[in-house]
């Protein structure tokens, strides 16, 4: 079909052509980019809900933002000591920014595995086999130096009436990598959740990270990576359960 000749349709509304630029004239249900009041309103009250929802919730939240202007000034503070300048253009909103990211990764503070489980715990007394969600990725925060941590960790469990909702164990694993860590507690604080959660017969934990603390300083080793593992109930007393669920996450024959 040859639509060189066709005319652009002008919309009117009975008197005069409506104008896309007359803030008092909407034009939204014509399929128009509309600068209304009322649209320009609603505009707005999506980018904030939005930005909320990214966890910019200073604005409602009184100590909050008393914690963002103490982490800002704090920042400015470490840049002029290592011999930045804050006021530069790269830098202006570098202490917000930062303030913001580390608020993010150490989110798990204001949360726990009974808020992230929300009840998704089930009943299921015919399964009784190992149960595996293997290399989740995780990120954490060395306590010691305050730079990351990341890696995977592989998690089973052997259900004893109850089974838990698979994305939960990625999400208690998160609850605790969002904090300042070291890698051995972790471990444990995963396992003995979901022993808490569902008292299953089993669980067993195995994170393997690389830790910046000794990649980007100190021995400024990249290659390593660090294996601790947590195991609880029949993981810890029957050899065989044990070497079962190691065989899994490593790829190895049942």
Excluded at 51 to 76: F, I, Y
Excluded at 114 to 125: K, P, R, Y
Excluded at 190 to 204: K, N, R, S, T, W
Excluded at 212 to 223: D, I, L, S
Aim: with cysteine.
């Amino acid at each position: 079909m040859d639509n060189t000749n066709i005319e652009p349709v002008i919309v009117t509304n009975n008197n005069s052509d409506l104008n896309p630029d007359d803030e008092e004239t909407c034009v939204l249900s014509q399929g128009r980019m509309c600068i209304c009041s009322s649209c320009d309103t609603e505009r707005h009250r999506l980018l904030k809900k939005r930005k909320l929802s990214e966890g910019d919730t200073a604005v409602n939240d009184p100590s909050l933002a008393n914690k963002m202007a103490r982490m800002t000034s704090a920042c400015r503070t470490i840049l002029e000591c290592i011999g930045e300048d804050p006021d530069r253009e790269g830098l202006l909103k570098t202490p917000e920014r930062w303030a913001k990211a580390l608020l993010c990764m150490t989110s798990g503070y204001s949360s726990s595995p009974a808020h992230v489980l929300n009840e998704a715990i089930f009943t299921e007394d015919a399964h009784k086999e190992i149960v595996v969600v293997k290399n989740i990725d995780i990120h954490s925060m060395c306590e010691h130096h305050m730079v990351p941590f990341t890696g995977t960790v592989s998690v089973g469990y052997i259900p004893n009436g109850k089974i838990i909702g698979l994305s939960k164990i990625a999400r208690i694993a998160e609850v605790f990598a969002r904090r300042l860590q070291v890698q051995e507690r972790l471990t444990g604080q995963i396992a003995d959740a979901i022993d808490e959660a569902i008292q299953p017969l089993g669980v067993a934990v195995v994170i393997e990270c690389s830790h910046f603390c000794m990649v980007m300083r100190g021995v400024q080793k990249v290659g390593a990576k660090t294996v601790t593992s947590c195991v609880r109930g029949i993981f810890r007393t029957n050899q065989k359960t044990r070497k079962e669920f190691f065989d899994i996450i490593n790829g190895g024959s049942r």
